[in-house]
């Protein structure tokens, strides 16, 4: 299996105070079931869909409880090259890059809208094993209150090229590698977030069923933020896990409208 073109998400993994309960919530909201803790690596649990690797949970080290938040990865060939390059744009490294065993090297940064993301260098472990089926990662939008800070900073860093929704009345652009699009750029208003939502990384998951999908996330004491509604690319909703993670859960086969045109 080749590398990811740099820029590409390759993985999403997040820290749980109540790894149990994470488990459980996700196991039953996205269909995971969960391999062995390893303790070498900190009780880093890796979470599998119909078998295959689409992401992992992991408890907090200590100094780092509070609320949860999902952490998108890009590929990158060389992570140190690549935390040059945050630094020079005007990013954070937060964490420098490491090597992990002989699974590949990460990197933690923020972009200089406070937008956080991983860098992964692949080793051993190539990433997601699945896409976009259900259970599985499908797309991840940036939110940003600074929408030309991270414009800038992302394509600087990762090579991608730009495009906008040509709707006037919506600031949406998408980072694309060549022809296709890997991750969206949304723009955060006062007026739809709160002050103290911090920009971040939307994570989207594939499921089979919004509504239903939806249904468990509120019935397991999560709550729903937006949706759901249906779009071009799918019908989709935005939630809150019961730990404070949001993300977004989409059913890709359940699509209405037309799709927008970028420029």
């Not at 996205?30 to 890796?46: A, D, M």
């Not at 209150?145 to 709707?167: H, N, Q």
């Not at 935005?238 to 989409?250: L, M, N």
């Amino acid at each position: 299996m080749a590398d990811a073109p740099e820029g590409t998400p390759i993985w999403a993994d997040a820290m749980f105070s109540d790894l149990e309960g994470a488990k459980a919530f996700y196991g039953e909201v996205l269909g995971w079931t969960f391999g062995e803790s390893s303790s070498e690596y900190g009780n880093y649990t890796q979470a599998y869909a119909d078998g295959k690797a689409v992401a992992a949970v992991v408890p907090p080290m200590p100094g780092q409880e509070g609320h949860s938040q999902w952490c998108l990865y890009l590929a990158s060939p060389d992570a140190a090259a690549t935390a040059g390059k945050i630094r020079q744009n005007g990013g954070t490294v937060l964490m420098e890059p490491m090597q992990v065993g002989d699974f590949g090297t990460m990197c933690l940064a923020q972009d200089p809208s406070g937008v956080a993301f991983g860098v992964w260098q692949p080793g051993t472990h190539k990433g997601f094993e699945a896409t976009n089926v259900p259970g599985s990662f499908c797309w991840a939008e940036v939110f940003t209150r600074e929408p030309g800070k991270s414009d800038a900073f992302f394509p600087a860093v990762f090579g991608y090229g730009v495009k906008a929704v040509a709707d006037p009345g919506m600031d949406f652009k998408v980072f694309d590698l060549g022809r296709d699009p890997v991750l969206g750029r949304m723009s955060m208003t006062d007026e739809e977030f709160p002050p103290e939502v911090p920009s971040y990384v939307q994570v989207y998951w594939t499921v089979a069923d919004c509504d239903a999908a939806v249904e468990k996330v509120q019935e397991l004491g999560g709550r729903l933020v937006f949706g759901p509604m249906s779009m071009p690319f799918g019908r989709f909703a935005a939630v809150i896990d019961p730990q404070g993670a949001p993300f977004a859960v989409i059913d890709t086969t359940t699509t209405a409208g037309e799709m927008p045109t970028f420029t």
